[in-house]
């Protein structure tokens, strides 16, 4: 940097943009509207096109600002921490709530101005049937579409929840390496190569056409940036802060077309590529991948050229995160209570390169460091292997600890398997990052975008229930007998395998016209620019452009309570006959009503996540069979389909539709949480236990991914000899078959203080499932299914 700033200085910049940042957030109707006037006046032309000049409209347009203090630029919405609206996917529930969206029970927005919301429903006025959302309820079919939070709900991205695919990590070393100006010379050739009289080059062109405005666009608002930044800095008194602005307006100017010189500047030009992704296709989970290792470079290079010091690139950073937090994710009131409305955009430090070396350098320390300084709802995950180093681990540790869990721990051994189980090459697999929630994915090479989430336990009911539902009683699976006439477990097993293959076709049916939807209303041609496979086959990401490396992965919820399950029927029933059917199926029916005996024999069957092999096979069972079936369907587009042990927050909704289950949980219950966690409360052998348990599944089969969330006392890790011992286990786990960990490092006492004094704990943040979220801001049962996990004493 060019101006010198003292550490307590820079610390209190930090904190004073950290302090601003945590206020209530803002809806802006400014993307909708510039995106809504490009469409009227592009009617007609080829969606692809109509994408393009909608982002470019916005790009130009759009209002800009610079905020005191700030050393990076850039702004997503008019307002300083706000979600747009995105009425092309869907406007229905905008429409609905513009009235109360700050009065509604959970994530609120501030109000909007009367003016704002006339000038919104003018905006909806034109999408009515237009929209995605409105072309796919045309489609789904109707018997589909009433099993939403039944058997099936909205994953990552769907029109049902109002947002775009997005869930990717896209190649900012094109940006870093190419700048805008050699990503647009590349995108020329290809276009000068092709012949007009060909049908499919003619199309084409039309890609390649957009791809270049999106380009122009952007290069454009950075340009604008520059001169707001020349200009504030003309009349800036304070000499050191007159300084900064005119670097930053020198930063904007360099990156606008050309590669970034400086650390600053590579982080500056992230930033604008990464707002673009935004505008074009607002949705969860566009990542920015291995920051530590594209950016290490600059970083190195500075630091010996004396451009830079550490201090003042970790400074650069904290600013980063701080900037993430004034991006909002909308949703509909009701659709994602809890979220925390925050993108996921994740970024991923440590791990191996591509050629198995372990790739942990001085920026992976300063990422954490930077995280203790903000402790915001950015989102950071943590690469492990085997021959990490040790103090590397350890300090991430450290780091979770500080901020009550947080980070995402995942492993490199598995996940690589999982990749190249998924036909990506080894090399590239070992480049992965982490997008959204738990999605593995390739940075700049393949797109895996979620699916929709799968109730697994709902169709153990319809097993043993003949297809119908215990709580509503409609038949909604096949009927596949009635269960008081299996002789053996393999009746039922193959009774419960027709339920599963119900449910995955069904979902199949109803995700083929989402992603051809997608593709031909929604393209993102900016962001298919930094997929080079897109730009050398010219197409869009949308329409498979990243293909063979597309897939999508099935959300399941509750595998460990269908194991569990599956254990008690197994020994109590058919082994050691103490059950017969029919008694068990009366006590489901009555919920255990008067079962007191009963409920004791399902007590003493083990129980997954406690290291005892009985239970953790017949999970494993489910887990692998689930596979088989997802793993025989590519949908519309070439995406293969794969499972992801992830439940998000849907085991609750989840559980209000399933009856009682043989594993002793009562009707209405939320099912297991996290994904392949054991069921509240049941892992009561120990921490090392329960990672033995999950670790010893076969997650590589999991290739969508497998979440184990766990809970800590912090007591229990207050020293450096229990620190240590943590992160040894931790690496453990993850050498040992684990995949993604992640903590709450936060006592049960201190959580039910929380509920009863909420003024008091208003920056507690907790692991709500694989994003983290302010305790006292989360619906109560939520709360209190983060109450109810096992909480680990000692380790």
Partial sequence: METQVEMPQREDRVRKLRTEVRIAPHMCIERAFYLTESYKETEGEPAVMRRAKAL???????????????????????KRVAGPMLPEVQWQWYREELDTLSTRQYERFQPLTEDEKHRARQIFEYWQGKSIYDKWMAVVPQDHQKLNFRTWTSGGASPHVGIHLAHCCPGYEEVLNKGFGGIKKRVQAKLAGLDPTDPDDFNTAHFYEAVN????????????????????????????????????????????????????????????????????????????????????????????????????????????????????????????DGS???????????????????????????????????????????RIHVNEPDSFVVKACETAKLVRGKIKFVSDETIVQQLMKDSKPLNDSREYGIAGCF??????????????????????????????????????????????????????????????????????????????LFAESAPTPFQSALFPSCIEKGVDITAGGTNPYSTMGFWVCGIPNVGDSLAV????????????????????????????????LIKQVPKYGNDDDYPDMMVNKALLHLD??????????????????????????????????????????????????????????????????VAKLDLARASGGAVLNMRFNPDGLK?????????????????????????????????????????????????????????????????????????????
């Fill in 439 to 516: 999605i593995r994915t390739i940075p700049g090479r393949s797109f895996d975008p979620g699916a929709d989430f799968l109730n697994l336990p709902f169709m153990l009911e319809l097993a043993l229930n003949n297809g119908v539902s215990r709580m509503e009683g409609d038949q909604i699976g096949p009927r596949t007998g009635d269960p008081t006439t299996f002789e053996t477990f393999n009746d039922l097993w193959v009774a419960y395998s027709k339920q599963v293959e119900a449910l995955v076709r069904n979902a199949v049916i109803q995700l083929n016209p989402l992603r051809q």
């Fill in 719 to 795: 020293d450096e000899s229990k620190m240590k011992r943590f992160a040894q286990m931790l690496k453990t786990f993850c050498a040992t078959g684990g995949d993604l960990i992640q903590f709450n490092i936060v006592s049960s006492q201190t959580l039910r203080d929380a509920q009863a004094h909420p003024e008091e704990y208003r920056d507690l943040l907790v692991r709500v499932a694989t994003y983290s979220a302010y305790f006292v801001d989360v619906p109560l049962e939520m709360q209190n299914d983060i109450i109810a996990r096992t909480e680990f004493e000692e380790l």
């Fill in 213 to 336: 405005i999106t380009l122009d666009a952007l290069v454009a608002y950075a340009g604008r940036y520059a001169e707001l930044a020349r200009q504030t800095a003309a009349v800036e008194a304070d000499p050191q802060r007159k300084a900064e602005l005119e670097t930053m307006a020198v930063n904007c100017r360099r990156v606008s077309d050309q590669s970034p010189s400086t650390f600053w500047e590579a982080l500056q030009a992230v930033w604008f590529a990464y707002l673009a992704l935004m505008l074009e296709g607002w949705g969860p989970g566009i990542a920015f991948g291995r920051m530590d290792q594209y950016l290490y470079p600059f970083y190195e290079r500075d630091l010996e050229e004396g451009r830079i010091t550490r201090e003042e690139a970790l400074e650069l950073v904290a600013l980063f995160y701080v900037k993430l937090n004034e991006l909002v994710m909308p949703f509909r009131n009701g659709t994602q």
């Fill in 569 to 600: 029927i197994k020994r109590l029933v058919f082994d050691e006959k103490k059950v017969s059917m029919a008694r068990l199926c009366e006590a489901l029916d009555r919920d255990f009503e008067g079962e007191e005996e009963l409920l004791h």
């Fill in 340 to 382: 925390g409305q925050i993108p996921l955009s994740v970024v991923t430090i440590g791990g191996i390169d591509r050629n198995g070396n372990n790739a942990v350098n001085d920026l992976s320390y300063l990422f954490l460091e930077a995280e203790q300084r903000v402790q915001l709802q950015e989102d950071l995950a943590v």
């Fill in 56 to 78: 470019a409209n916005i790009l130009r347009k759009m209002s800009i600002r610079i905020e005191d203090g700030d050393l990076l630029v850039g702004a997503a919405t008019s």
């Fill in 628 to 693: 088989e079936v997802v793993s025989k369907y590519t949908v519309w587009g070439g995406s293969r389909l794969t499972v992801a042990a992830g439940a998000i927050v849907s085991n609750i909704p989840f559980g209000k539709a399933v009856g009682a289950l043989p594993d002793g949980r009562r009707a209405g219950m939320p099912l297991s949480e996290g994904g392949i966690s054991p069921y509240q409360g049941r892992n009561m052998s120990g921490s090392t236990s329960t990672m033995r348990s």
